[in-house]
């Protein structure tokens, strides 16, 4: 039980604090009056993130990634709160992102993006916030991948560790 | 022919009785008219759903389950009622999900968003029902995940079941 | 290379017999002028799409299944020409499916739907309409995962048969 | 490190040549004012990228295919490259594809297309682009099956043969 509570923690506190960091910290300084400080912002958490998930995708294919699943969570959440970020940056200059006005906004045209839902009800009109739409989509991908790889090895090491149990405990009997 | 007969109704049981209460139980009390016990009601039928789906993904985690997929599609289809009855409630609200008016409008609009299809026809322009939405797909992944899961390892345990009875048959001759 | 040949025209004869049918046959009879008989039709073409899907998936669990993908092929393509003639015969009632004219544009809501990209030109209106839509779903889910299995299933028994005439020529020498 | 290096060039050389290639060659020549051999181009091109892609499924079935991660990212790119050429020649003709304009555009709505995310702010409205898309649909399934195989393949393959290294490091001592 102990245990069960321990892991939930593990698993949840890096999203959590990350949401709450979201809705609480103003972040309206970004966006067109500062575009020079706002897009080098926007560039140096993508390359953070970015390098945080190929380190991942390294450690996999060289078999030394041990709990991935709690570091790809938080890599994923930091890219929703970074993207939404930014759309909200983005929604000031009229006819890049109509219809975007409140931080659940952003946030709810991220998921949404990131689902590959698509409703259409808020989407990119200008030619920056395509490009970074696509962005979104190419690092959707990747953190996908890795995610899915890292949750199936996840899984079967298990299982070889119960299975290998089992055995040691049938010999010794 | 007879288990097969037994299979099949095992799978559908459940499936069927929650569509057929879903489309006779009246449900026009919930809504905007009684918000807060709509708003406990679905979180704690949220709640329910939850616990159902992490205790099969720590039974799978564990190796300890066995026939999950009639249960992860009857928490699948509970997950598509109680969304559907939420959705129809929250559209008495003005502008909160325009264009959902029947039952039927309210359980595509839902099946729609889980298939990650979005038309676009009906889509949630309210705050509140935009975060219902969110967690309507965050719910649709972990599902998505635990049911392929579950799958896999039915289909391989059963073949290795059918390797090993092929096996004792061999050694038998 | 004979047998790369016959290898694709066994893959690809029964999708284009199946597409050349659906643009050559006049289907102009059926719809909201002959609802009973369309709805019929409607009806038994599910089920014999339904019979055909479960059989395979019956026969991929029992492990009988040998060279499933050209028969998930055909099935997958009948149901793009049985979803297509009946999103065309419903056009025909105003507010059903507007924006549907041509059989190009048929055969087009249905792929859209299908590979759930559902940009939103064209889409259910009326409540019919949206129950079809709903099934379509349905079936693409369980088309998806028993041709994803059947995939699978197909390139891991090419390997371990070429593994095995490796080892048998190892023997040999 | 040098190790990593070459393999990230070896990774990202191809895309980035396409694209730049994409972004700088004028293509204006394309379109509704030379039908013949703008449809001519457009079909030899898919021609070549499904020939690429089915050699690679060939190899992949017979066990033949190293590194195909590479070859299958340019694959890729060439038919993002393709199709959002097609899609920008035919957006001068009236009523094929309103609201695409620029190159950025036409790399969005294919990006959009082939993540099936599909907002619906641009869609094909003509009988032409509603078919290119379907095209489009089907090299994404193609592409994305070959993909995702390949890439489980090497995983699977990286690690056999560090489970191999370790055996016989371990035989030494």
Do not use: N
């Not at 000031?92 to 698509?118: H, N, Q, R, S």
């Amino acid at each position: 039980m102990k245990d069960l509570v321990r892991t939930y923690v593990g698993l949840l506190a890096g999203p959590v604090v990350l949401l709450v960091a979201y809705f609480t910290v103003p972040v309206g300084w970004f966006g067109p009056h500062h575009p020079r400080i706002s897009w080098t912002a926007f560039g140096v958490l993508l390359a953070v993130l970015g390098a945080g998930v190929l380190r991942e995708v390294r450690m996999q294919v060289l078999g030394q990634s041990r709990h991935p699943v709690p570091r790809i969570l938080v890599l994923l959440c930091g890219a929703l709160v970074v993207f939404s970020t930014a759309y909200l940056a983005m929604s000031k200059e009229p006819g890049e992102l109509d219809g975007l006005v409140t931080k659940v906004d952003a946030l709810y045209f991220t998921v949404i993006t990131m689902a590959t839902v698509g409703y259409g009800d808020i989407h990119p009109a200008g030619q920056a916030a395509r490009i970074v739409v696509m962005i979104q989509l190419l690092y959707t991908v990747v953190f996908l991948t890795t995610g899915v790889t890292a949750l199936t090895r996840q899984v079967k090491t298990r299982a070889v560790q119960r299975a290998r149990h089992r055995e040691q405990r049938d010999d010794r009997r």
